[in-house]
C-alpha cells in the first residue's frame, strides 16, 4: 500500500479524513492535499499518498449543536472516527472547524490522534508570515464563542482580532456562511455576488481594526476568499496548512508525537 513520495519517501501513515461538515469540506481539503503534494513533485497516480475518507453528512450542525438548538455531535464523531481507525487509518482529519470544539471529548473515546486544524494554521502563520503579530479571524459562532484558535494563536505569539459575537460584522459572517439564498452553504461554489461582498467588508474591517492576515476560519469562507482576486489583506487557509502537515505526517517528515509537542 505504501507509495513513492516526493524525495523518494515511502507512505508511513495513512490519513483518516472525516469529511462532510459541511458538504464542501472534504473536498477543498482533498484538492488542497492534492495540489500541495504536486507542489511536492508528485507526477502520477502512484506519487500521492493513499487515504481514507467517510462523508459524515449526517452529523448535526456544529454551532446549533453547541448553542443547544441540535443534538450533540460527539457519538457521530466519535463512530465515524473509529470506523476510520478500524479502517486503517493511522491519524484523523476532521477540516470541519467548529467541530474541534468537541476535540477533548471525541479524542478521549477514539485510539489515533485527531490533528488540529488550529494548532496546523498557527504554526503555518509563524512560519509563512515570521514577523506579523495581529490576525484578524472570520468563522462561525460557535469557533468564536469557544475560542477555539485563540490557545494556539498565544502559544504562537499571536494576537487574535476577531468580530464580537453578535455583532453587525460577525451576522453578516454567519450569513455569508449560512443564508438559505445566498449563503455559500446554499450555493456551493456557485458563489453569490453578495455573499464575496460581504466577505471583502468584513476583511476591510478587520484590516480596520489593525489585523495584518486574516484566517478563513470556516471551510465556506475558504471558498468564498479563495475566489477573490483583491482584497485588503493577505489570507491564510487553514485547508492549505493542515493539508502541509497531513502530507508530512504520511510520508514521514515529521511524526505525530513531534506535532504534538510543538
Known amino acids: 500500500m505504501a507509495s513513492l513520495a516526493p524525495l523518494g519517501r515511502?507512505?508511513?501513515s495513512i490519513p483518516g479524513i472525516l469529511g462532510g461538515l459541511g458538504p464542501l469540506a472534504?473536498?477543498?481539503f482533498e484538492q488542497r492535499l492534492i495540489n500541495q503534494s504536486v507542489k511536492r513533485g508528485a507526477r502520477c497516480d502512484q506519487d500521492h499518498p493513499t487515504w481514507i475518507l467517510v462523508?459524515?453528512?449526517?452529523?448535526?450542525d456544529r454551532t446549533r449543536s453547541l448553542q443547544g438548538k441540535a443534538p450533540d455531535c460527539v457519538p457521530g464523531l466519535?463512530?465515524?472516527?473509529?470506523?476510520?481507525?478500524?479502517?486503517?487509518a493511522n491519524f484523523l482529519v476532521v477540516p470541519c472547524h467548529t467541530a474541534?470544539?468537541?476535540?477533548?471529548?471525541v479524542q478521549d473515546q477514539i485510539d489515533i490522534p485527531w490533528?488540529?486544524?488550529m494548532n496546523c494554521t498557527s504554526q503555518f502563520i509563524r512560519q509563512r508570515y515570521p514577523t506579523v503579530h495581529r490576525i484578524g479571524l472570520l468563522t462561525t459562532d460557535g469557533t468564536l464563542q469557544h475560542r477555539l484558535f485563540s490557545p494556539s494563536l498565544r502559544a504562537a505569539r499571536l494576537q487574535e482580532i476577531s468580530p464580537a459575537l453578535g455583532s453587525p460584522?460577525?451576522?453578516q459572517v454567519m450569513q455569508t456562511i449560512y443564508h438559505p439564498d445566498w449563503g455559500i452553504k446554499a450555493t456551493g461554489t456557485r458563489l453569490s455576488s453578495q455573499a464575496l461582498a460581504t466577505l471583502v467588508e468584513a476583511v476591510q474591517w478587520l484590516a480596520n481594526q489593525g489585523a495584518e492576515v486574516v484566517v478563513a476560519g470556516c471551510t465556506e469562507l475558504s471558498v468564498g476568499l479563495s475566489s477573490l482576486d483583491a482584497l485588503p489583506l493577505p489570507w491564510v487557509d487553514p485547508l492549505e496548512a493542515v493539508a502541509d502537515t497531513t502530507l508530512d505526517l504520511a510520508f514521514g517528515v515529521r511524526t505525530v508525537s513531534s506535532l504534538l509537542e510543538a
Open 55 to 60: 462523508n459524515a453528512s449526517n452529523i448535526p
Open 78 to 88: 466519535v463512530s465515524y472516527g473509529r470506523i476510520l481507525a478500524q479502517g486503517g
Open 26 to 28: 472534504h473536498i477543498q
Open 10 to 12: 515511502r507512505q508511513q
Open 100 to 105: 474541534h470544539a468537541f476535540y477533548d471529548r
Open 115 to 117: 490533528i488540529s486544524l
Open 169 to 171: 460584522i460577525q451576522q
